[in-house]
């Protein structure tokens, strides 16, 4: 028994990387970097898988913007037969100092599907397209911003005639991802990720 402890601590000490990567999972990511707290939504359960182009995104790493350009790809393992939610948000808007537009909405796509070409199963493309997809843009001058990538689960398929639905295809300051959630009864979020950007300084 002892032997086999020491055998594992000397496994892990050999690499600490390795110990400090698997240690934090999403959720712990998301609550270290106060995204539930701000947003008012739980940690998602499990990771999201994101891609803009060959660029995998790394919870809670620094990015340049313009890898954002292109719709990303996202992976997630459905569950068959369910309807899912995409958002991406930017709660430090205008700023994280003063963010009196919490959140901007970036991206808001509903009753996505699965095919079964696509990573885990997830088909972004075969969601309804509320609110299109926009590249990450800090504005200068306003420091570093958390994007924030969360996939809800629906109880059902959501109306794409409702008003409600519609009107954020223009109004995308002061979205409440918490209010949104509850208001279409959405399950989650059931997996998520978030990276950082800031307009690059000119030196
Ligand atoms: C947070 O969300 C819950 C519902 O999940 C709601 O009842 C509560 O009012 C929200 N809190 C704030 C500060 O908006
Ligand atoms: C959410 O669930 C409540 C209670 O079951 C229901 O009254 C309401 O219509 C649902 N909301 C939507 C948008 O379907």
């Not at 698997?22 to 998602?44: G, H, K, W, Y």
């Not at 790394?58 to 992976?75: N, R």
């Not at 808007?93 to 537009?101: G, K, T």
Request: overall charge negative.
């Amino acid at each position: 028994m002892r032997v086999l402890l020491v055998c594992v601590a000397v496994a892990l000490l050999s690499c600490p990387a390795e110990l400090q990567r698997r240690r934090r999972t999403v959720a712990e990511a998301f609550n270290d970097f106060q995204i539930c707290r701000d947003l008012n939504i739980s940690a998602p359960e499990t990771m999201l898988e994101v891609y803009y182009g060959n660029e995998e995104i790394k919870t809670g790493e620094e990015i340049y913007a313009d890898i954002t350009v292109e719709f990303p790809e996202v992976g997630f393992a459905v569950e068959p037969g369910c309807y899912y939610t995409f958002i991406i948000v930017d709660p430090d808007s205008p700023s994280a100092y003063d963010p009196f537009w919490r959140s901007y909405l970036m991206a808001l796509y509903v009753n996505i599907g699965s095919s079964p070409s696509s990573l885990g199963g997830l088909d972004l493309h075969t969601g309804f397209e509320v609110a299109t997809h926009i590249p990450t843009s800090p504005i200068p001058g306003t420091g570093i911003h958390r994007y924030v990538l969360l996939l809800f689960k629906q109880p059902y398929g959501i109306s794409t005639i409702d008003e409600n639905l519609l009107c954020f295809q223009q109004f995308r300051l002061n979205f409440r991802v918490d209010e949104f959630m509850c208001y279409y009864n959405l399950t989650g979020p059931v997996a998520g990720n978030f990276y950082l950007s800031q307009f690059p300084e000119r030196t």
